[in-house]
């Protein structure tokens, strides 16, 4: 799948086979996330890839909006180091990470937004980072529609050279 074709089709994912998601590939995730770019090159993030059944579900009580995280067969946790662009950088690398798995046929969802204290007391993460996201992931239970989103027109939300003058073909 083209990467155009990964962004045009991915949705988000919150429920998952009982299905392994295999070391070569976890590794590629992690690698597109590493790979990308940072303001300064300065690579604010830290993946901690998390596969241990009973720390999934941990997570997944410790995420009032993520729940299907115990579902899940991997979760990648993102956390931050102290920086300007450190939630640019990392939602950067966070997003290829999923285009990368779903380009393979692996979903997943984004989950929390920094303040994950108890996420990163169980897991170790120093008290001078934040813990951005969680994103699980997993081969999808269900059929899912690839490309079937809702979106606002697109005039509505692109402009040519001012704003409020649609861009058009």
């Known amino acids: ?6 962004v045009r089709t991915v949705l988000a994912v919150r429920s998952y086979q009982d299905k392994p998601v295999p070391p070569e590939l976890i590794k590629r995730i992690v690698e ?3 790979l990308t770019g940072s303001s300064m090159n300065g690579q604010p993030w830290h993946f901690i890839v998390v596969e241990d059944h009973d720390t999934l579900h ?3 009580a410790l995420s009032p909006y993520g729940r299907y995280i115990a579902q899940a067969p991997l979760a990648i946790v993102v956390a931050i180091e102290a920086s300007q662009y450190a939630v640019s950088d990392a939602s950067r690398a ?3 990470m999923m285009l ?6 692996v979903g997943s969802n984004w989950v929390g937004f920094g303040g994950m204290s108890e996420v990163k007391s169980l897991l170790g993460v120093p008290a001078e980072m934040d813990v951005l996201a969680i994103v699980p992931f997993g081969y999808p239970a269900q059929s899912v529609g690839q490309g079937k989103k809702k979106r606002k027109p697109f005039g509505q939300i692109a402009h040519r ?9």
């Open 100 to 105: 990368t798995a779903w380009a393979e046929g």
């Open 161 to 169: 050279e001012r704003f409020g003058q649609p861009m058009t073909d």
């Open 58 to 60: 941990k997570l997944g």
């Open 1 to 6: 799948m083209d990467v155009f074709e990964a």
């Open 32 to 34: 597109a996330g590493w």
């Open 94 to 96: 966070i997003q290829s």
